[in-house]
């Protein structure tokens, strides 16, 4: 709160009269205020116009900052981008390769399903054969059975012719050597007849064994062409998403490709405007030394403004808008050291007793509380320390707008 709106109410012109700044308006040449406005005026639009160049060329410094980072995060992400391009450049080949592979291994399946139906309908004609060499074996017994019964009959029919050539006496004699003779043959054949039938069982034994066995591996080659039946269908399947995944995978590369060249773009902007920030931030320093150089020179021609009292008031709204505009530049980082009130101000505040002379004297003590408190938040809590510059502000208004009110020519 100023110290001019706290129940200090501005003192009237005519208060003024009374003071020790009477005798200085009696000495004063009628124009001297008209001759010393133009100087005391622009040493206030410096103070201004520093001001605003100080919190321009504060903007502009972090301006220049941000868009610094902003340009570095931006180039990190199109490094990122890009190799998130590589890596997906390295997928769709790994699902180019792994496409290549399915369809390799689909076709492998396939081949090995087929060789395997054509196993199956081997093991089905090895199985028809086996069941026709069974029936032989089965026609051959049967026909090595009926011999056997022929040879057991033509035994008997000799034995029987043996009996009779026997009976005959010596006019059989020759009849039964035969009979002995066709006996014996019938009893070579019963045993060949044995024999061949033993052979035949144990070959019978030997077809059923293999028949079992094909018709065991006819199955196991069946269930297995299934699964490879099943296996390349799958694979077929497999083969198809992997085709629609490096598709996509072509299309997110297209499209980082496509970012990579507009994040490049994006960063070379970035590039350009920090560049200008820059540039603005160096002219704006530049254009600040020119604007000290000339309040040094509105100093200088104000300085002997100091011998009068009622001057001292006349150059107060410059002097405190050089000093407001030194403490801007100190709250942006553009001044290092703490510009202090002139000596001009602090004259004033001794030379002038009067209620309005209080009120100054009680707003400069409240100008120099507020500076601690901004130059204690600089560099830390910055939002603290503006708050403090913009009641410093505020304050200097209220006094210059009071001083004016004493003094209209101020």
């Known amino acids: 709160?100023?110290?001019?709106?706290?129940?200090?109410?501005?003192?009237?012109?005519?208060?003024?009269?009374?003071?020790h700044s009477t005798a200085y308006v009696d000495r004063a040449e009628p124009n001297t205020a008209e001759r010393l406005r133009p100087a005391i005026e622009s040493g206030r639009i410096l103070g201004d116009l520093a001001c605003l160049m100080a919190w321009n060329g504060g903007n502009l410094s972090r301006l220049s900052g941000e868009t610094i980072s902003i340009s570095g995060a931006v180039e990190e992400m199109a490094r990122t981008i890009e190799n998130i391009a590589k890596a997906s450049d390295e997928t769709r080949a790994n699902a180019a390769d792994a496409s290549r592979l399915v369809n390799e291994t689909s076709g492998s399946a396939g081949e090995a399903g087929q060789a395997m139906e054509a196993i199956t309908a081997s093991f089905d004609d090895i199985k028809a054969r086996t069941d026709q060499v069974t029936t032989a074996i089965r026609r051959i017994a049967d026909m090595a059975h009926e011999i056997d019964t022929i040879s057991r009959q033509t035994k008997l029919l000799a034995l029987n012719a043996t009996i009779e050539a026997a009976r005959a006496g010596e006019a059989g004699r020759g009849f039964a050597v035969v009979a002995s003779e066709v006996k014996a043959l019938s009893e070579q054949t019963a045993k060949t007849t044995e024999h061949i039938g033993a052979q035949l069982a144990e070959l019978n034994a030997v077809i059923a064994g293999m028949s079992l066995a094909v018709d065991s591996g006819g199955e196991?080659?069946?269930?297995?062409?299934?699964?490879?039946?099943?296996?390349?269908?799958?694979?077929?399947?497999?083969?198809?998403?992997?085709a629609v995944s490096g598709a996509s995978i072509d299309n997110i590369s297209t499209m980082l490709n496509e970012q990579k060249v507009a994040t490049n773009s994006i960063a070379q902007s970035l590039t350009e405007v920090a560049r200008l920030a820059a540039q603005n931030e160096t002219d704006g320093r530049s254009a600040t030394a020119l604007v000290h150089e000339a309040e040094t020179n509105a100093?200088?021609?104000?300085?002997?403004?100091?011998?009068?009292?009622?001057?001292?008031?006349?150059?107060?709204?410059?002097?405190?808008?050089?000093?407001?505009?030194?403490?801007?530049?100190?709250?942006?980082?553009?001044?290092?050291?703490r510009p202090a009130l002139g000596a001009g101000v602090i004259a004033l505040g001794r030379d002038v007793p009067s209620p309005a002379g209080d009120a100054v004297r009680t707003a400069m003590g409240s100008l120099g509380a507020l500076a601690d408190e901004m130059f204690r938040h600089v560099g830390g809590d910055m939002g603290k320390a503006i708050d403090a510059y913009v009641r410093l502000d505020q304050e200097v208004t209220a006094i210059v707008e009071a001083v004016r009110g004493h003094h209209p020519a101020s």
């Open 1 to 19: 709160m100023s110290a001019f709106t706290n129940g200090h109410a501005p003192e009237p012109a005519g208060d003024l009269a009374q003071g």
């Open 299 to 337: 100093i200088a021609m104000l300085a002997g403004l100091d011998a009068a009292t009622e001057r001292a008031w006349m150059r107060l709204p410059a002097d405190l808008a050089i000093w407001r505009g030194r403490m801007a530049e100190c709250l942006v980082g553009a001044r290092k050291d």
């Open 220 to 242: 196991r080659v069946a269930v297995g062409a299934q699964v490879f039946t099943f296996v390349s269908h799958n694979m077929t399947q497999v083969a198809d998403r992997v």
